[in-house]
């Protein structure tokens, strides 16, 4: 399991048959309750002794998540987020069909991924016009021209207060309250929900943009003053690498809005496509499956985007190490 | 940092330029507006409808359904939504109900937000399991959750205020984790040297160094969870059955297209998100005053 990549720090303390052995058995005997229930196919009469024996299994896989994760190796890095995803999953689904919860109420996960390959169709074009043409195009949008607005405003002492107040303020507005009008004045289509992600992306870009802009260190452009650097090179050399961590925060929080602003906003009104419109409808005939499907491909595809994020930001402004305590 | 506010109270008050800049806003508006209007009202004429005036320009201003509504209209809306404040149809009584949702919820947040952050911080383990699906969950698209939250917990007898207030927490508490816990990282090791010094156990370095030391960093992400926390109760009640709220106006008020009403209604949820903002604001200055000057 952790073979490989171990660094020094890891090499002491490899997760080895301490964690894969409660993992798999907690893994596996959780799997066999579903597959068991699975067969039995009413839920039992008596569903003390199925709860007890998930959350034995669960404290077991609790521990074999704990010392999988001791250690710096790639694999103490990733098995214990996957294992808790894998573990809980399957919890649920043995819980649910325990209890014989309807699926009205809240399909089993199994349930779920049986609607996501059946629906899949239907569902990536929908993930393609919520995400690429709604939530990635408006994000865009609304970074270029919060970018264009916070350099207008870092160059005009003027603007710097008497719009950035406003930014501040329009920044604390709740977007979903915007939603409907746009919807109302641009129209239907995918356009106007584009709109609204892009102003949603706008306001922090523009607010972090320009602290991020005078956020350089006095010693520092003092220093590029002594070198006769020209305005263009202090910008380029000081300016935007002291302001890169301040935008790429405001991205990691756009771009966690942006999806779900996109899906909001479908909410007021859709030409029928897109993972809001689907939901709504399929709420509407009480086929939560295929809501749960909508839900995980949309967290899916925001987890993505937010990794993107976060990779482009190691790569052009690597964060410094915290004070580890 | 420091250099900011330096030079900004040497530039004097903002009042100035953002006046101006509302100036031009506003006369930026009227050809806006009747640019906006004028393509749908001759649309409307077009089709023979009697809109009671002769030409499209004329007729700009006086649309029952506006794209962007006049400034005379605009005063009507807001004169007929809030003239009897206490009314349970007026915006004023529905905005302070979706505020208080919206308190309840950063309130709850908060709580889970603190918990989450002290066992993010003290255990790595922990971190490592959660971290990635904490992040996926803001990805979640609330507005599907939120009928069903309601109808399951409509099943245990939960109705009403509390829902909402729960939507709002789960959209609130990640700003509020996340903060946090890089709030509690925060003392350096030089601090954290000095308490090992003093021989403190792990409880005493947490609760007066890292908890006092989180504080700044707790009320910045307050700031950006209340406006997330609104937006939570604003979306819980457009997706539950409500009878009151922003939120339920909003979605009985874009099904009959008033979109005048819309204007007024997104007004005060604009007002209502920056008073809250404001309240956190106040709370900061009353518990951490040596911050105040800045």
New interface residues.
């Given amino acids: 399991m952790a073979s490989g990549a171990v660094t020094w720090r890891g090499a002491a303390r490899r997760p080895g048959l301490g964690a894969a052995l409660p993992l798999a058995l907690s893994g596996f005997g959780l799997l066999a309750l579903a597959v068991a229930l699975a067969r039995l196919g009413t839920p039992p009469t008596q569903p003390q002794p199925w709860l007890i024996g998930v959350l034995a299994l669960l404290l077991l896989g609790v521990l074999g998540?704990?010392s999988?994760?001791?250690g710096e190796s790639r694999a103490?890095?990733v098995l214990?987020?996957a294992?808790?995803?894998l573990l809980t999953v399957l919890a649920v689904e043995v819980l649910l069909r325990t209890y014989g919860v309807p699926a009205g109420?809240?399909p089993t996960p199994s349930r779920v991924l049986t609607a996501l390959w059946e629906a899949r169709t239907v569902l990536l074009q929908d993930t393609f016009y919520t995400f690429v043409l709604e939530a990635l195009l408006g994000f865009v949008v609304g970074t270029v021209v919060g970018l264009a607005l916070a350099l207008l405003v870092v160059r005009f002492?003027?603007?710097e207060?008497?719009?950035?107040?406003?930014a501040a303020?329009?920044?604390?507005?709740?977007?979903?309250?915007?939603a409907?009008?746009v919807?109302?004045?641009v129209g239907l289509e995918w356009p106007s929900k584009m709109v609204v992600v892009a102003i949603t992306v706008l306001f922090p870009v523009v607010v972090n943009a320009v602290?991020g802009l005078?956020?350089a260190q006095?010693l520092h452009l003092d220093l590029l003053h002594t070198y006769a650097a020209s305005p263009a090179q202090t910008f380029r050399t000081v300016r935007v690498p002291t302001a890169l961590p301040f935008v790429f925060n405001a991205l990691k929080?756009g771009s966690?809005l942006a999806?779900?602003s996109a899906?909001?906003a479908e909410?007021?009104?859709t030409d029928g496509h897109g993972?809001?419109f689907r939901?709504?409808i399929e709420?509407g005939r009480f086929n939560?499956a295929v809501?749960w499907a909508?839900?995980v491909l949309?967290?899916v595809?925001?987890?993505a985007?937010?990794g993107l994020i976060s990779a482009l930001e190691r790569r052009f402004a690597p964060v410094p190490q915290?004070?580890?305590? | 940092?420091t250099?900011?506010p330096a030079r900004?109270r040497l530039?004097g008050s903002?009042l100035l330029?953002?006046?101006?800049?509302l100036v031009v806003a506003v006369l930026l508006y009227l050809p806006l507006m009747l640019w906006?209007n004028v393509g749908p009202a001759a649309r409307a004429l077009a089709s023979g409808a009697d809109l009671g005036c002769p030409t499209a320009l004329a007729c700009a201003t006086q649309l029952r359904?506006p794209?962007?509504p006049a400034p005379g209209q605009l005063a009507q809306g807001f004169r007929s939504l809030s003239v009897p404040p206490t009314a349970p149809t007026s915006a004023p009584y529905n905005a302070v109900v979706t505020g208080g949702e919206t308190l309840l919820g950063l309130v709850l947040a908060t709580g889970l937000g603190l918990v989450l952050a002290a066992l993010l911080?003290l255990s790595?383990?922990f971190e490592?399991?959660?971290?990635?699906?904490l992040?996926?969950s803001?990805?979640?698209?609330?507005?599907?959750?939120a009928?069903?939250l309601a109808?399951?917990l409509g099943?245990y007898g939960v109705q009403g205020f509390l829902p909402k207030a729960l939507i709002a927490a789960y959209i609130a508490f990640f700003p509020i984790a996340v903060g946090m816990s890089?709030g509690l990282?925060?003392?350096?090791?030089l601090q954290?040297d000095l308490m090992r010094t003093y021989s403190a156990s792990p409880g005493r370095v947490f609760f007066q160094l890292?908890l006092p030391a989180s504080l700044p960093y707790l009320f910045t992400a307050l700031?950006?969870a209340?406006?997330a926390a609104?937006?939570g109760s604003?979306?819980a009640e457009?997706?539950t059955i409500s009878f009151s709220g922003?939120?339920k106006m909003?979605a009985e008020?874009?099904r009959a297209?008033d979109?005048i009403a819309?204007?007024v209604?997104?007004a005060y949820?604009?007002g209502?998100?920056?008073s809250?903002?404001a309240l956190v604001g106040l709370l900061e200055r009353v518990v951490t005053p040596w911050r105040a000057g800045r």
């Fill in positions: 998540i704990r999988a994760a001791q103490a890095r214990p987020a294992f808790t995803l109420l809240i002492r003027f603007l207060r008497g719009l950035l107040p406003y303020l329009f920044s604390s507005v709740p977007i979903v309250a915007l409907p009008v919807v109302k004045a602290r005078q956020a006095p929080v966690t999806l779900i899906i909001v909410f007021f009104g993972l809001g939901i709504q709420v939560l809501v909508a839900i949309a967290s595809v925001g987890l985007f937010f915290e004070g580890q305590g | 940092m250099a900011a900004g530039a903002p330029p953002m006046l101006a800049v906006a359904n794209v962007l911080v790595r383990s490592r399991a959660t971290l990635p699906w992040v996926a803001q990805t979640v698209p609330i507005v599907a959750i009928p069903m109808v399951l099943q890089r990282r925060s003392p350096d090791a954290l890292r700031k950006v209340v406006t609104l937006v604003i979306v457009i997706s922003l939120g909003l008020n874009s297209s979109t819309l204007w209604i997104m949820g604009a209502l998100g920056v809250l903002v």
